[in-house]
C-alpha cells in the first residue's frame, strides 16, 4: 500500500500543487510560533520539550488517526496516508522559485533571478554572478529535492512499514520545518530565540536526517556518474559546513561533473559551506573548496530535473518490487 500512497500523492501534487503560502503552511507556523510562547522559557531544558511537543506531537496524533481509521477501512487510511504525504512530499513546494529562476536566466535577466533566489533563501544575493546565481540554483534545488521528496519517502516508508501509518512523514516534516525555522526568526526577523532551542533542533535534524541524505546519494551514484559520484561523496562532502549536506551535493556534483561549493558572495549562504576566499577565472580554473568539474551554466539546470527524476524513478521501482513482494509472500 506504501506505493500507491505514494503514487498517488505524486500524481495529486502534480496536477493540483500546493498554493506558496497555503493554509497549512500557515497553521504549521502558527503552531510552532504557539509551542515556543507557551513551553519556551529561554532555560536549556525548555529546549527539549519544546522540540518534543512542536516535533513529536504532530507525528503522533498522525499515527493515532492513522491507526484508528485503519481499525474501520483499509481504503481511508490509504486516503490519509495520500493526503498526508500530499501535504509534506513533492517537488511543486519548491519548483517554482527553481523555474522562475531558470525562466530569468533564459531571458538574461540575472536582476529577477537574484531576487527570486533571495525571496526563496531569505539571504542577500545581489552581488552574485551570473554562474553563482547557477550554482546556488542547483544547490538549494537539489537540498529542496532532498528535504521535499526523498528525505520525506524514507520516513514515510519506515515508519508505514512498522504499521504507524504517515508519521514518519510528518515527523521529518516538522524536524526539517523547525530547523529552519527557529533560526530564521533569530537572523532575519531579529526575534529573540532560545539558542539552545536552535542548536537542539539543528541537531536533532541531522540525526533524523542521517540515513537519508546517505541514501539520497546512493541513488545519485546509481542514476548518475557512478565513479565520479563515489569519488566525490569520498573526497568532497568535507566541503560543506553540515555533513549531510556535504554528502548529497559532493555525490550529485560527480554525478553532473559539475563545480560546486566554492567562493560566494559574503552572507548568501552562510550555512552552506566553509569560506573559501578564491573565485574562477575561467572554465578550466578549479575555485578553492569547489569540487572538480565544468563551471555551472544555465544547460545544467535541466541535467538537475534529470538526475533528481531518475532517483524518483529509481527509489519508486524499489518500493514496487517491496511491494510486490510481500503481496507475494
Known amino acids: 500500500m506504501n506505493f500507491f500512497a505514494v503514487l498517488l500523492a505524486l500524481l495529486c501534487e502534480q496536477l493540483k500543487p500546493l498554493r506558496h503560502g497555503n493554509g497549512v503552511h500557515h497553521g504549521v507556523i502558527g503552531w510552532v510560533r504557539w509551542t515556543g510562547r507557551n513551553f519556551d522559557a529561554g532555560r536549556d531544558h525548555h529546549a ?3 522540540w518534543g511537543i512542536t516535533v513529536l506531537g504532530p507525528a503522533l496524533l498522525a499515527a493515532v488517526v492513522y491507526l484508528a481509521v485503519a481499525r ?41 533571478a537574484r531576487r527570486l533566489l533571495s525571496e526563496w533563501r531569505h539571504l542577500d544575493a545581489s552581488e552574485l554572478p551570473r554562474t553563482e546565481l547557477v550554482r546556488h540554483a542547483i544547490e538549494h534545488s537539489l537540498l529542496a529535492a532532498h528535504r521535499h521528496v526523498f528525505g520525506v519517502f524514507f520516513w514515510f516508508v519506515l515508519l508505514s512499514t512498522l504499521g504507524l501509518g504517515p508519521a514518519g512523514a510528518v515527523l521529518y516534516r516538522m524536524a526539517e520545518f523547525v530547523s529552519r525555522y527557529w533560526a530564521f526568526k ?9 539558542m539552545r532551542l536552535m542548536a537542539l533542533s539543528r541537531m536533532l535534524f541531522a540525526w533524523v536526517d542521517y540515513i537519508p541524505a546517505r541514501l539520497t546519494a546512493t541513488g545519485f551514484t546509481i542514476v548518475g556518474n557512478f565513479e565520479e559520484a563515489v569519488n566525490g561523496w ?12 556535504g554528502i548529497i551535493l559532493a555525490t550529485a556534483a560527480g554525478a553532473l561533473g559539475l563545480q560546486l561549493g566554492g567562493a560566494a558572495a559574503p552572507g548568501v549562504t552562510p550555512d552552506r559551506s566553509k569560506t ?14 569547489s569540487t572538480p568539474g565544468q563551471l555551472p551554466q544555465l544547460g545544467h539546470l535541466q541535467s538537475v530535473v534529470g538526475l533528481i527524476w531518475r532517483s524518483v524513478v529509481l527509489w519508486m521501482l524499489l518500493l514496487a518490487l517491496m511491494t510486490l513482494a510481500n503481496l507475494v509472500g
Open 48 to 50: 527539549t520539550v519544546v
Open 72 to 112: 474501520f477501512s483499509l481504503m481511508l487510511a490509504l486516503a490519509l496516508d495520500v493526503l498526508v504525504l500530499y501535504l509534506t512530499l513533492g517537488f511543486r513546494q519548491f519548483s517554482h522559485y527553481f523555474t522562475d529562476i531558470r525562466d530569468a536566466l533564459e531571458r538574461g535577466d540575472d536582476l529577477e
Open 186 to 194: 533569530s537572523r532575519t526577523l531579529e526575534a529573540p530565540t532560545n
Open 234 to 245: 569520498r573526497r568532497d562532502a568535507g566541503l560543506w559546513l553540515h555533513p549531510n549536506e
Open 276 to 289: 573559501f576566499s578564491s573565485g574562477m577565472d575561467g572554465d578550466e580554473t578549479l575555485a578553492e573548496g
